[in-house]
């Protein structure tokens, strides 16, 4: 089957740094993210060939520790081979970390995303789709 973009799923918890020291947290992180994708996918399904746009918002539930940017690569990695073939596919990322105290009030967020906002925190909000140009028109 396959995958109707775009998806978007929850996974609670603090991502794990690409400079983790631990080996096993940054395969568990990823274990975690690829399962909570698997709530929003048909399966069987086929990893997608296309162009990608991934969006990451990051919800803490204090002040993140360590550099926003250092989240990203073990999160495509777990999408790589799942999702889509390979992380090259990805043109576009975007990723935005809302603290507790900078959150803004958002006009209209999807139903999954306005989930994240009102869940337990930490939780990590992904959105995945086959248009990298989809914002920007």
């Known amino acids: 089957m396959l995958i109707g973009f775009p998806i ?15 080996a096993e947290a940054k395969q568990e992180w990823k274990a975690r993210v690829k399962t909570a994708s ?5 399966d069987p399904h086929f990893a997608s060939d296309e162009r ?3 969006t990451l918002y990051f919800l803490p539930d ?6 926003i940017d250092n989240i990203v690569k073990p999160i495509l990695d777990a ?22 105290g900078n959150i803004f009030e958002f006009k209209n967020p999807s139903q999954t995303f306005a989930a994240a906002l009102e ?12 248009d990298p140009h989809e914002d920007l028109s």
């Open 119 to 130: 869940e337990e925190k930490p939780v990590l909000y992904v959105r995945v789709s086959n």
């Open 8 to 22: 978007e799923f929850l996974v609670k918890g603090t991502p794990v740094s690409l400079q983790a020291k631990r």
């Open 38 to 42: 698997k709530a929003v996918i048909p």
């Open 62 to 67: 204090g002040r993140m520790q360590g550099d």
């Open 52 to 54: 990608i746009a991934v």
């Open 79 to 100: 999408l790589s081979s799942h999702i889509y073939l390979d992380d090259a596919q990805v043109e576009r990322v975007l990723v935005q970390k809302f603290e507790p």
